[in-house]
C-alpha cells in the first residue's frame, strides 16, 4: 500500500512557475514509476509527465514539453513536477501516481495502482 500526498499548487499568474512535490508513504516508493496528471474542469484526467524508477528516464506530453521537468528523490520518496512558463490552459487539478509496472514508462492512468487527492494549480491571465 502506498500513500501519496501533493502539495506545491497555488494561483499564479501567466508566465508564473510552480513545484507541486507528491510524497509516498512506505519503504517501497523506489519500485514505482511515478506520474503526474491532471484534470480540468469538464475534461478529462489526462498525462502530463512520468519518470523511472531510479529516476533516469523521463516522459512529457507534448503540451507541457520543456515548460515542466519531473524528477524524484528516492531518499525522501518524494517526487516533484518543476513548472514553469505556466500558462492559463495549464489550470487543474493535478495528481500524482503510482505505477508498479514493470517495463516502459506509461502514460495511460489505467495502469497507475495508487493516487494522490490532487492540488489545485490556477493560472491566471
Known amino acids: 500500500q502506498v500513500q501519496l500526498v501533493e502539495s506545491g499548487g497555488g494561483l499564479v499568474q501567466a508566465g508564473g512557475s510552480l513545484r507541486l512535490s507528491c510524497a509516498a508513504s512506505?519503504?517501497?516508493?523506489?519500485?514505482?514509476?511515478m506520474g503526474w496528471f491532471r484534470q480540468a474542469p469538464g475534461k478529462e484526467r489526462e498525462f502530463v509527465s512520468a519518470?523511472?524508477?531510479?529516476?533516469?528516464?523521463?516522459n512529457y506530453a507534448d503540451s507541457v514539453k520543456g515548460r515542466f521537468t519531473i524528477s524524484r528523490d528516492n531518499a525522501k520518496n518524494t517526487v516533484y513536477l518543476q513548472m514553469n512558463s505556466l500558462k492559463p490552459e495549464d489550470t487543474a487539478v493535478y495528481y500524482c501516481a503510482a505505477d508498479g509496472r514493470v517495463g516502459k514508462i506509461f502514460r495511460d492512468l489505467y495502469g497507475y495502482d495508487y493516487w494522490g487527492q490532487g492540488t489545485q494549480v490556477t493560472v491566471s491571465s
Open positions: 512506505g519503504r517501497t516508493f523506489s519500485m514505482y514509476a
Open positions: 519518470i523511472s524508477r531510479s529516476g533516469s528516464s523521463t
